[in-house]
């Protein structure tokens, strides 16, 4: 290959490309320089600074993509080969040479107090006094109405008092004509368990169970403000909602993509002394005389890592990203394709709910599986192109025509998707694109230029881009900014309307199904232990998140996924510590008598 120092760019997740300086000599690679002040910080710096340390070291482009930033990690690795055939060289034999064997360190053995398997949009919590600060929009109103009508024989025993006070509650609202946002505990409350009532393909039906549930529900706000305690930032000019959230109670950091969750927690654990093993997957609990006492994992270089503990809590995420492990255990989709995408991180793979399967565990919710309606069609990604909360979405088919209630929960619209083909578009425009979650226009600018976002001046014209009747289009978003001025969708009950789409340019942005989200795992307690299949107590396991089943039932409302990881996971702590106090008072108190 020619010598040389050669100028490349490389397609980033949040930029639109990163500009990287690779330095060739003698046919190697001695030097890579990326400038990705573009990217979001905290999401890919794993990336930077370990990829090009081991092409470097090792010369293959035949280098592991780092769990969780896979779009980052090709950008490097395709940005490399790019200079690459600039001087000459063969790329693609480059990438198939054998990947670099890392050398293996010696096992190890520690022991801890508590050991952590797992580890960590808007987030959603009712909080009624921010709340009022917002005019209500057209059609929430009448969502309220719609669901105080629900006869009481249609909800379960269990939640019909706290339906009841909800009933209350909205209808004086209502009467007073206030024009503000309401939301309550109890709207959250009933809005979970309706949101996630299911019946599957065998007749079963599924809902959350009411103390956890309630238990969520009354504790998500206090999680909000213990965030905020820690040094989160919440934008408080807005409150937001997710696709298929039901109602606007999203609070959502400054910071993007989850970055000040990471760092702020991430920071306070290691201000605290603890340092994290990260590529280290847990494979096996250590259970002393039915106790759980430590897990026994395995590094990247092949080590053996044994952690001896008092507990083990599991927030190892669901099973989103083991295409078999959701194949094997689905009882509500008709198929779940084998090369279906997943939203998940690629080590989402069930680790955690096997481990607590090892230990007796009993289980709930298996078999419900969550499709995101609007992922990426390649990448199943949630945060390319023009993503907006559901009252700014229009969704249209491949012939340009609407074909659902944009508003309705996650599994609803999936179906819809699937039933009209599998590939839609979400149609924006200029000022709805101004409502987007975590993106930038440099992003967009870059998705446009490479094909896979769409934008025009005209809407003839971006219809005639994705191959539809450009008529058919315009007539369909006419029909829609009359529903808006309206205030009422006769076509599809559209339960909430926002903003028209009138002011170019035009966006469309492809979107298909894809795993998202399993409501399945083991079965809690209110306090997050793990029970067995019996309903006791497994001493020293507990579990939060979705590595637990038991609250979202057959489907998750969007948003409730971070009120259900900072809050179950706070109470998971809170009561192994409890535990393990009391353990220890009672040895004293033994010891002593």
């Known amino acids: 290959m020619r010598n040389g120092k050669y100028q490349v760019r490389a397609q980033g997740h949040g930029s639109e490309s990163m500009p990287m300086a690779v330095t060739i000599e003698d046919d190697k690679i001695k030097n890579i320089e990326i400038d990705s002040s573009g990217e979001t910080k905290g999401v890919a ?18 280098v592991d993509a780092v769990s969780g930033a896979t779009i980052s990690s090709h950008g490097v690795v395709d940005g490399i080969a790019q200079a690459i ?14 990947k670099p064997a890392a050398a293996k360190a010696q096992d190890e053995e520690i022991t801890v107090d508590v050991a952590v398997v797992g580890a960590g949009g808007p987030m959603n919590a009712a909080e009624p006094d921010w709340q009022k600060n917002f005019k209500a929009l057209p059609g929430e109103k009448d969502t309220l109405k719609e669901l105080v009508a629900t006869p009481i024989d249609q909800i379960d025993p269990e939640y019909q ?13 209502v009467d007073s004509g206030a024009d503000y946002l309401f939301d309550s505990t109890l709207l959250h409350e009933i809005q979970t368990y309706l949101g996630g009532k299911r019946t599957d393909l065998k007749g079963n039906e599924i809902h959350g169970k009411y103390a956890l549930v309630h238990e969520l529900v009354t504790n998500a706000l206090n999680s909000v403000k213990w965030l905020a305690d820690l040094g989160v930032k919440f934008d408080n000019s807005d409150v937001t909602e997710p696709v298929g959230g039901l109602w606007r109670r999203g609070h959502k950091p400054v910071e993007p993509m989850g970055y000040a969750y990471i760092h702020i927690l991430g920071d306070w654990v290691r201000d605290h002394g603890v340092d994290p093993y990260l590529e280290t997957r ?24 044994t952690v001896h503990a008092k507990a083990v809590i599991l927030t190892a995420g669901g099973f989103g990203a083991n295409t078999k492990m959701v194949q094997k255990y689905n009882t509500y989709w008709q198929k779940i394709d084998d090369d279906i995408a997943t939203t998940n991180s690629p080590s989402i793979t069930g680790d955690g709910i096997n481990l607590g399967l090892e230990a007796g565990a009993e289980l709930f919710g298996m078999g419900f599986i969550q499709l995101m309606p609007v992922a990426d069609p390649k990448t199943g990604e949630l945060f390319t192109g023009v993503v907006t909360p559901p009252a700014n979405y229009i969704m249209v088919n491949k012939e340009g025509k609407r074909f659902v209630n ?21 149609i924006a425009d200029d000022k709805i694109k101004e409502t987007a979650y975590n993106t930038t226009q440099e992003s ?14 005209t809407l003839e014209g971006l219809a005639k881009q994705i191959d539809m009747d ?15 001025d309206a205030g009422k969708d006769p076509e599809f009950h559209k339960n909430v309307l926002g903003l028209k789409c009138k002011v170019a340019p035009f966006y469309a942005t492809p979107r298909k199904p894809a795993i998202h989200h399993t409501m399945g795992g083991l079965v809690i307690d209110t306090k997050a232990h793990v029970l067995n299949k019996n309903g006791k107590i497994i001493d020293g396991l507990y579990s939060a998140g979705e590595n637990a089943g038991g609250i979202h039932a057959g489907n998750r409302l969007g948003g409730n996924s971070l009120a259900d990881i900072f809050t179950f996971g ?3 702590a809170n009561t192994a510590h409890e535990d393990m106090s009391a353990e220890t008072d009672a040895t004293s108190g033994a010891s002593q008598g």
Do not use: C, H, M
């Open 45 to 62: 710096d794993e990336v930077f600074n370990r990829l090009p340390k081991q092409i470097i070291d090792n010369q293959p482009l035949n």
């Open 85 to 98: 055939t600039e001087a000459g060289g063969d790329a693609d034999e480059w990438k198939k040479r054998n």
């Open 161 to 173: 008092d706290d339906f009841k006070k909800l009933q209350k509650q909205i209808k004086e609202y």
């Open 282 to 305: 847990a494979e096996k609990l250590i259970i002393e005389d039915g106790k759980v006492r430590g897990v026994i994992a395995t590094r990247a270089d092949g080590s053996k890592l």
């Open 406 to 426: 944009e508003f309705a929960e996650r599994d609803v619209l999936a179906k819809a998707v699937i039933a009209n083909g599998g590939l839609i578009y979400q």
């Open 444 to 457: 967009l600018d870059a998705q446009v230029k490479a094909g896979t976002l769409f934008r025009d001046d």
């Open 470 to 484: 450009p008529e058919v289009l315009v007539d369909t978003i006419k029909k829609y900014n009359s529903y808006v």
């Open 570 to 572: 706070r109470i998971a």
